[in-house]
């Protein structure tokens, strides 16, 4: 299968700083990246879609000035929490399309002091 | 996609047997559907798929049963190994709307023994 990495596995962070997670694909092009959230115990929850070259789209319910996304180039997205919160603790999960399949990477925890 | 509590719904098996988990999905018009195995503190794995114009479909001892009329599908695991321990998603899409943004399941604990 295709690969998604993603960079750092873990991070705490002081709350009121930022936090930027990458998710890169490493064996094929990804114009479109997915980002989701899942709380402990909880399903995966889609949070945005990362355009190569544009602006991403939101659910519902997410703040785009908290959660801000850019996807720069063909193989590399980034996520980042801007101010964050202890209620933002949970795990980043990045996705992305190789050959009509969705791949996701192996998840960001992040926790929030 | 929607979360639930904290009480997922398990199931627990011996090694060697055969399991069968189900799940119950929100959107009729979703054409896509995937099972997905996510391992403690890991991103989910790729299962299998299948779309709305089948109903079952067999891979490497996994077979997906999809009934539209429902609204449910299955995904069962021939010969349960200790190894398919793990949370167990299925996802649902709508490929002509919302290509590629998944709506997942509650999930069901998967615990085999030895």
């Known amino acids: 299968g295709a690969v998604v990495s993603q960079h750092p596995s873990r991070v705490i962070c002081k709350s009121g700083t930022s936090v930027k997670i990458e998710c890169r694909s490493l064996d094929f092009q990804a114009t479109t990246m997915f980002w989701y959230r899942q709380f402990p115990k909880q399903s995966l929850m889609l949070m945005a879609t990362?355009?190569?070259?544009?602006?991403?789209?939101?659910e519902q319910g997410v703040e785009k000035d908290k959660f801000l996304i850019n996807h720069a180039s063909l193989t590399l997205s980034t996520l980042t929490v801007t101010s964050a919160h202890p209620e933002d603790s949970s795990f980043y999960i990045c996705s992305a399309f190789a050959r009509e399949t969705q791949y996701f990477g192996p998840g960001t925890r992040l926790l929030v002091l | 996609g929607e979360s639930v509590g904290l009480h997922l719904p398990t199931l627990s098996v011996q090694e060697g047997d055969n399991s069968i988990i189900n799940c119950a999905y929100s959107n009729s018009a979703s054409d896509y559907f995937i099972w997905y195995k996510q391992e403690s503190g890991k991103g989910p794995q790729f299962i299998i798929d299948?779309?709305?114009?089948?109903d079952k479909r067999q891979g490497q001892r996994v077979t997906v049963l999809l009934n539209k009329t429902v609204k449910h599908l299955s995904l069962q695991i021939a010969a349960t190994q200790p190894g398919d321990s793990a949370v167990y998603f299925c996802?649902?899409?709508?490929?002509?709307?919302?290509?590629?943004?998944?709506?997942f399941g509650q999930g069901t604990i998967l615990t085999v023994h030895p």
């Open positions: 990362s355009n190569e070259g544009s602006k991403a789209t939101y």
């Open positions: 299948i779309r709305s114009n089948m």
């Open positions: 996802a649902e899409n709508n490929i002509g709307t919302s290509y590629g943004k998944l709506t």
